[in-house]
């Protein structure tokens, strides 16, 4: 079993879900960045995920947008996300890594994997990879034992959700609404419609994210899916006054939000 | 045989579909539509008359004398894409896939722009065809295609500024996507070269393979054979793709692709993928792109905002990787000479992206020698560039005021002594 499968377990057992929260790495920069992880884990996050600020982020609206890009002025480079990642371990929360494909590849899928892997991540989101171009991917995470995380969306045919799902390891994640990352103020029908029409074909523990950002929509949310993903929101506070401050607070917020399902 | 090597949605390595799994369903569609339509004579009939009427198809196939004189020894033949209703290639794509897209039932389109000339093509057909339409531009080609930007709000199109990024061809991509993403239920993205996920660069290429076509019947009506050599720049590699297919099976001639060398490779300046790019991802596709160290896409540069763009189409990386295609950089000083010689020696002013083109053709000229033939494809006329060159060449100051040669005035003494 691995890390995710334990977790997800242990959510079921305290009857709740788990909450995965997101920050892009070296945001604003690296020391903050690893202040925030910690943060982020000890205010009760269960799983990190961590994002690779990217120049070309097609799937992420302005907040996570702009993050990156604040990011990369302040030099991110690509291997930071390993220390990101050990130090979301070391506080205690599981650590996926979400990035768009280039930054992967170019590093070397099986080199990614690996370093990955060592620095004790537990899976890999990919945003702009769908498992019909994962062969190479899909191989090195068997070999690292790492859950290769997909996304299945609201457009998705029932056909695909079958394929789709039946590459994942770890969880699912399943984008509720069709459009890019940011806050919204309500969470879509779609979402409850999307996971219904996704339990129909996998097993597998089923996250919803996109949207996500306060502590009654995380309840609203947990109603019906396994993990609640908490992205821009976050991001959103980190970035503000008191930023440290302000992500604790609204963790907490989300982390009570998810055991009052 | 062709030479194709085309598989499903590769070409060799490269293509595919990196895009979000939102999208798939649409991008299935699409296929789906293209394939049927490109079968269905109505669709071909209803392409054509368009072609025909709207656009003013053929284009004319002009031989330059006075222009190859300066090339070292072969004839050379331009392909007036430039002629075409809305100033350049552009409007091949832009027509079929319009027709696609009302044929899907989609209520709007939106599309990126560089030069704006896809931009002005893509109000056009939306104007034509009762579509709602958006055109996403990067800031800083907003500033340098100021009279593009007019011209499709003229149309009636909603044109959106991007900041984002380096401000260019990119960056409206990406939020091109970002749209689409969001409201693909309605709206069809009619991108603009042979670039992103399948079936874009196939789709886009065979809208665009009429230029091939034409010129091939058009010069062997005068000269009685094929070309020596094919000339074209490349940006995403649409107007390129679109002349070098109908000769991608005939060994004896060289296609040639030239990219925007910007101020030079050495300066790190420029857009020349092929020079000093790495095989990589970026727009849905897998292909060549600039990139640094940690797979993070580079800022680019040219004189030619249609050009400025740090990824290609996926066919010319394969092109490029199997020799099927030659290609080179060409810097901007060399593509603005190359513009001057066209507008002095032949009186017509080419867009700036297509003037690498000329200039690429001046280089290889002396290599092919007395009696070649080269066919370069026009790809766009300069109205647009107007500004840019004459900044350039000094025709205005920094406050755009024209300067002019002399000054006529009356006649008479000035003097009061007569
Ligand atoms: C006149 C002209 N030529 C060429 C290009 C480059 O595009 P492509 O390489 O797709 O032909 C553009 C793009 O804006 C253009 O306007």
């Known amino acids: 079993m691995s890390v995710?499968?334990?977790?997800?377990?242990?959510?079921?057992?305290?009857?709740?879900?788990?909450?995965?929260?997101?920050?892009?790495?070296?945001?604003?920069?690296?020391?903050?960045?690893?202040?925030?992880?910690?943060?982020?884990?000890?205010?009760?996050?269960?799983?990190?995920?961590?994002?690779?600020?990217?120049?070309?982020?097609?799937?992420?609206?302005?907040?996570?947008?702009?993050?990156?890009s604040t990011a990369l002025r302040s030099g991110f480079r690509l291997t930071d996300v390993f220390t990101v990642v050990a130090a979301a371990r070391d506080a205690g929360a599981v650590p996926v890594v979400m990035t768009y494909w280039n930054p992967v590849l170019r590093y070397g899928v099986d080199r990614f994997a690996q370093d990955l892997a060592d620095a004790g991540g537990a899976g890999l989101i990919t945003p702009d990879l769908i498992p019909d171009e994962a062969g190479a991917w899909r191989a090195a995470a068997e070999e690292q034992d790492l859950a290769p995380v997909f996304l299945v969306a609201p457009s998705s045919t029932d056909a695909r959700l079958r394929s789709t799902t039946q590459a994942c390891r770890g969880f699912v994640y399943v984008a509720s609404t069709m459009g890019v990352t940011g806050v919204r103020d309500a969470v879509g029908s779609d979402a409850e419609r999307l996971v219904g029409r996704t339990r129909a074909v996998t097993d597998l523990p089923l996250c919803v994210g996109l949207g996500v950002s306060t502590g009654d929509q995380a309840a609203e949310v947990a109603g019906f899916a396994d993990g609640v993903i908490v992205g821009s929101a976050l991001v959103r506070a980190l970035g503000g006054p008191d930023g440290l401050g302000a992500l604790r607070r609204l963790t907490e917020e989300l982390a009570a939000g998810v055991r009052r399902a | 045989m062709t030479t194709t090597q085309q598989v499903g949605d590769r070409f060799g390595d490269f293509g595919g579909r990196y895009v979000p799994e939102a999208l798939v369903a649409a991008l299935d569609e699409l296929d789906a539509a293209r394939t049927e339509a490109m079968a269905d004579p109505d669709f071909l009939a209803e392409l054509d008359r368009l072609q025909r009427d709207y656009t003013g198809r053929p284009s004319p196939l002009t031989e330059v004398p006075r222009f190859a004189a300066h090339a070292g020894g072969p004839r050379i033949f331009l392909k007036r894409e430039d002629l075409n209703h809305t100033g350049s290639h552009k409007i091949n794509n832009v027509l079929g896939q319009a027709l696609l897209a009302v044929r899907m039932g989609k209520r709007r389109v939106i599309a990126e722009t560089g030069a704006g000339q896809h931009g002005v093509a893509t109000?056009?057909?939306?104007?034509?065809?009762?579509?709602?339409?958006?055109?996403?531009?990067?800031?800083?080609?907003?500033?340098?295609?100021?009279?593009?930007?007019?011209?499709?709000?003229?149309?009636?199109?909603?044109?959106?500024?991007?900041?984002?990024?380096?401000?260019?061809?990119?960056?409206?991509?990406?939020?091109?996507?970002?749209?689409?993403?969001t409201h693909v239920g309605h709206t069809h993205y009619l991108l603009g070269t042979v670039t992103g996920p399948h079936p874009f660069p196939t789709m886009v290429r065979d809208f665009h393979a009429v230029i091939g076509q034409e010129a091939r019947k058009q010069l062997d009506d005068v000269v009685g054979g094929l070309p020596d050599a094919v000339c074209a720049c490349v940006g995403g590699g649409s107007n390129a793709i679109g002349i070098f297919h109908a000769f991608r099976d005939?060994?004896?001639?060289?296609?040639?692709?030239?990219?925007?060398?910007?101020?030079?490779?050495?300066?790190?300046?420029?857009?020349?993928?092929?020079?000093?790019?790495?095989?990589g991802v970026l727009h849905g596709a897998s292909t060549y792109v600039l990139q640094d160290a940690d797979g993070q896409t580079l800022e680019t540069h040219s004189v030619s905002a249609g050009l400025d763009y740090p990824s290609i189409g996926p066919e010319h990386a394969f092109l490029h990787d199997s020799g099927l295609a030659r290609y080179a950089p060409v810097t901007d000083r060399e593509a603005m000479d190359a513009f001057s010689l066209l507008c002095r020696?032949?009186?017509?002013?080419?867009?700036?992206?297509?003037?690498?083109?000329?200039?690429?053709?001046?280089?290889?000229?002396?290599?092919?020698?007395?009696?070649?033939?080269?066919?370069?494809?026009?790809?766009?006329?300069?109205?647009?560039?107007?500004?840019?060159?004459?900044?350039?060449?000094?025709?205005?100051?920094?406050?755009?005021?024209?300067?002019?040669?002399?000054?006529?005035?009356?006649?008479?003494?000035?003097?009061?002594?007569?």
């Open chain 2, 123 to 181: 109000a056009t057909a939306a104007a034509l065809m009762g579509l709602e339409c958006t055109v996403y531009m990067g800031q800083v080609d907003t500033e340098r295609q100021a009279l593009n930007v007019a011209r499709m709000r003229l149309l009636g199109a909603e044109v959106v500024a991007v900041p984002t990024g380096s401000g260019t061809l990119k960056d409206a991509i990406n939020e091109a996507m970002r749209d689409w993403v």
């Open chain 2, 345 to 418: 020696t032949e009186g017509i002013i080419p867009a700036i992206e297509s003037a690498h083109a000329l200039a690429g053709a001046l280089r290889i000229g002396p290599e092919l020698g007395e009696g070649a033939v080269v066919l370069i494809n026009l790809s766009g006329r300069g109205d647009k560039d107007v500004d840019t060159a004459a900044r350039w060449f000094g025709l205005v100051d920094d406050e755009g005021q024209a300067h002019v040669d002399g000054e006529a005035g009356p006649d008479v003494d000035e003097g009061g002594d007569a």
């Open chain 2, 250 to 279: 005939e060994p004896s001639v060289a296609l040639w692709g030239f990219e925007a060398g910007g101020d030079g490779i050495e300066t790190g300046r420029h857009a020349a993928r092929f020079s000093a790019g790495e095989p």
């Open chain 1, 4 to 68: 995710l499968d334990d977790l997800f377990a242990g959510c079921r057992e305290e009857g709740r879900s788990a909450l995965v929260g997101y920050l892009p790495a070296g945001y604003p920069d690296l020391p903050t960045s690893l202040e925030a992880i910690r943060t982020l884990a000890d205010a009760g996050a269960d799983i990190i995920e961590v994002g690779v600020p990217y120049t070309d982020p097609l799937m992420d609206g302005p907040v996570v947008e702009r993050a990156a």
